[in-house]
């Protein structure tokens, strides 16, 4: 950054860490400041369709010229470093470089950042955020976070700046004191969602979630979120406060056009529908927090049909208690393979799978269609395990013309 002179300090930001909810909620701020007439940038991770997406503009995703030209301005500076003790840089540290470099030319009024994996020593840590986000605390990557909601909730609360205020969705009493601890130390003001702000689920729609949101008992809504599932209330919420935030700094926003803006969120592979006929749905649940919040809407949304399942997971995730909370709701599980290096094969998935009976394929394409033989006309087909796996289904599902 000092080579390319600091090019993360001359665009305003805010930083979304959290184990999930990261990218729905930036979803839900961007269309939030979308339809308010402002310049959103956005950097995310990982891409769902094309590696472009990582980087985007008002929902565009970069294009390949500006790609190659930041790639172009960034390759000798990476080859530079590999020479010195520092060492090579990591794809996703280039990547946030490009990023920078691109919104520092393109100015947005607002450049959205998530942040890879943890917070205090991930990439995307360099801003100099005007809002902080933590979404929530959940056991993932604990090999590298720590094993515990405290040691966890630490590298997040390490996105926390000095005199920068946050708001969190965190919900364990010991992650909450980590978080409001930091801010105490960082002179930063920490709103808590059930506390400082709160929301109401109402009901659900056929196309997302009813729900009340309430700050100083002024209440807002009701509201329409365009993602589907209980938890997407509270990631909606979470927007809001900081859209809040920002009206109170004297950002000019109209809280009349809050609700089109909410019920205009889309954000691929949660609880997405690919195909009506039959109807199929993807997501990216990928550890035990995202496959309680699926299990929970779809308990919620269709405890009343038969709904079969297609699994892939990465090794190091907690399987085979994702496959026991699945089991709960599906009438038949399918497990499958991609290509990815730490993919787990069919065969072993199949092995550690606590649900029977279960059928196996290696590849994902045969599974698909050998699940929808079996399917009746009623039927859900879920497919979930890996959001790299849902990248390589939803082109799989593009290709057929079906998406």
């Given amino acids: 950054m000092e080579r390319l002179n600091h090019p993360e300090k001359t665009f305003r930001s805010i930083h979304i860490a959290g184990t999930n909810g990261k990218g729905s909620t930036l979803s839900f701020i961007r269309s939030l400041l979308q339809h308010q007439g402002f310049k959103v940038g956005t950097f995310t991770s990982p891409y769902i369709v094309r590696f472009n997406e990582r980087i985007s503009l008002n929902g565009e995703p970069i294009s390949d010229e500006d790609l190659i030209e930041l790639v172009n301005a960034i390759r000798p500076l990476a080859e530079e470093l590999g020479t ?30 998530e942040a890879g994996l943890g917070g205090r ?40 700046k000095y005199g920068t205020p946050t708001i969190c969705g965190a919900k364990q009493k010991e992650a909450i004191e980590v978080i409001e601890q930091k801010g105490l130390e960082m002179k930063a003001d920490v709103s808590l969602l059930g506390r400082d702000f709160k929301v109401e689920h109402l009901e659900s729609s056929d196309t997302g979630e009813v729900f009340i949101y ?28 900081a859209i809040e935030y920002l009206r109170e700094e004297g950002f000019d926003l109209d809280p009349a056009l809050y609700d089109l803006a909410l019920e205009g969120t889309s954000w691929p592979a949660r609880f997405e529908t690919l195909q009506q006929s039959p109807l199929t749905i993807v997501d990216g649940a990928h550890n035990e927090e995202g496959t309680e919040a699926l299990v929970e809407t779809l308990k919620q949304r269709y405890s009343h049909k038969k709904i079969h399942l297609i699994y892939a997971a990465l090794a190091d995730k907690p399987v085979e208690r ?13 497990v499958t393979t991609f290509p990815f290096p730490r993919a787990l094969r069919a065969e072993q998935l199949k092995v550690m799978s606590p649900v029977t009976p279960i059928n196996s394929f290696e590849s994902y394409k045969e599974a698909i269609e050998e699940v929808q033989r079996s399917m009746g006309e009623d039927d859900v087909l879920l497919i979930t395990g890996s959001l790299y796996f849902i990248s390589d289904i939803r082109k799989y599902f593009e290709n057929n013309e079906n998406l």
């Fill in 214 to 241: 309430t700050k100083d008992q002024k209440r807002m809504g009701p509201f329409t979120s365009g993602l589907k599932g209980n938890h997407q209330v509270e990631n909606a919420a979470l927007a809001i406060e």
């Fill in 322 to 334: 994702m496959l026991e909370l699945l089991g709960e709701v599906v009438t038949s599980v399918t």
């Fill in 121 to 160: 020593y991930d990439s995307t840590n360099i801003i100099e955020p005007i809002l902080a986000i933590i979404t929530n605390i959940g056991k993932d990557h604990m090999s590298i976070l720590g094993n515990t909601y405290e040691l966890i909730a630490e590298e997040k609360a390490g996105i926390i």
């Fill in 84 to 113: 010195t003790p520092l060492g090579e840089p990591t794809e996703f540290e280039v990547i946030t470089a490009m990023s920078m470099l691109y919104f520092s030319k393109q100015q947005p009024d607002f450049a959205l950042y």
